[in-house]
């Protein structure tokens, strides 16, 4: 996890609430959550992936930094649940988000 978010200062903000969120997101608690679940549609790591899917649909357009971070994770966990062409996808607008182009 330490390669695509600082743990500590996401655990800090995470426990600080709304108020401080520049390494914390809900989208970005969603994806971290999908990651360190087993995948299958019963369980929890499904759920999660699904809340962190409908606040992308809300959120992949906005440039900062824990969109991006959740959008690599989002592209992690569906690589390794064989749906790389989804991956792809969330690799592709968090590339165009991060460097400052529309993320289609």
């Known amino acids: 996890m330490d390669i695509v978010l600082q743990k500590d200062c996401f655990l800090q903000d995470m426990a600080h609430g709304p108020s401080r969120r520049g390494c914390c997101s809900s989208f970005l608690v969603n994806a971290v959550l999908a990651n360190a679940s087993y995948w299958s549609p019963h369980n929890l790591a499904y759920q999660f992936m699904a809340e962190a899917k409908r606040l992308w649909e809300l959120e992949s357009d906005t440039p900062r930094l824990t969109t991006i971070q959740a959008a690599m994770l989002m592209n992690v966990n569906t690589n390794m649940n064989a749906m790389d062409e989804i991956?792809?996808?969330?690799?592709?607008?968090?590339?165009d988000t991060a460097w400052g182009h529309t993320a289609y």
């Open 87 to 95: 991956g792809f996808n969330y690799t592709k607008r968090y590339e």
